[in-house]
C-alpha cells in the first residue's frame, strides 16, 4: 500500500512539473505573435525611390545612401538638328545627316559660379538621332553645341528646377550651299 501512495506522490509531482513546463513553454511561444501592422504609407527619397513603415515603431526604413553631390534635381534635354547637309536639298530628296554627324559633337554645359561667371560641369556626346539628356542640380547654366559648325556655336542660358526637364534645343549651320 505505501508504494501505491509513493507513486501516486510521485505521479502528482511529474503530472505537476509537466504541466508547468508546458505552461512555460505556450508563454514563451506567444511573445513571438505580437505582431504590429504598419500604414502602407510611403516616403519618397532624394534619389526618387520611395520607402515604407516597417518595424515595431512603423517607422518609415531608411532611404538608400546616394552620394549628395550627384543627386540630380532635374534635367537638361534637347535636340540638336544639323543642315544642310548637301549642296542642293529639295522637300521631296532629302539629305538626312549620318548619325556620326550628331555623335561626333557634345553638349557642354557650364554652371553659374555666382560673380565669377559660368565653369563647365558637364559634358556629353549626342545620341545618333541628335537627342541628348543630362541630369543637373538645380540652377542657372548655359549649354553650347561643341563643334558647332559656323562660329564657335550659341551659348544657350537655361534653368534647371528639381523634378523637371528644361528643353534647350539647338540648329547648327554647316555652310553647305
Not at 68 to 92: F, K, L
Not at 117 to 122: A, L, M, Q, W
Request: with cysteine; proline share 8%.
Amino acid at each position: 500500500m505505501k508504494t501505491k501512495i509513493i507513486l501516486a506522490i510521485f505521479g502528482a509531482i511529474a503530472a505537476v512539473a509537466l504541466g508547468a513546463w508546458v505552461f512555460k513553454m505556450q508563454n514563451e511561444a506567444g511573445k513571438g505573435d505580437d505582431q504590429v501592422f504598419c500604414t502602407q504609407e510611403a516616403k519618397q527619397c532624394p534619389d526618387g525611390s520611395y520607402v515604407g513603415r516597417t518595424g515595431p515603431k512603423c517607422e518609415f526604413a531608411p532611404c538608400p545612401f546616394v552620394d549628395n553631390s550627384r543627386i540630380a534635381g532635374g534635367y537638361v534635354a534637347g535636340h540638336v538638328s544639323i543642315g544642310p547637309n548637301c549642296p542642293v536639298e529639295r522637300p521631296d530628296m532629302p539629305c538626312e545627316p549620318s548619325p556620326e554627324a550628331y555623335t561626333s559633337r557634345e553638349v557642354v554645359i557650364f554652371k553659374s559660379d555666382g560673380d565669377a561667371g559660368f565653369i563647365e560641369t558637364e559634358r556629353m556626346h549626342l545620341d545618333e538621332n541628335g537627342n541628348y539628356k543630362i541630369a543637373l542640380g538645380p540652377g542657372n547654366y548655359l549649354a553650347q553645341i561643341q563643334p558647332a559648325g559656323i562660329g564657335p556655336g550659341e551659348k544657350k542660358p537655361f534653368t534647371i528646377t528639381s523634378f523637371e526637364t528644361t528643353t534647350v534645343n539647338f540648329d547648327i549651320d554647316t555652310g553647305i550651299r
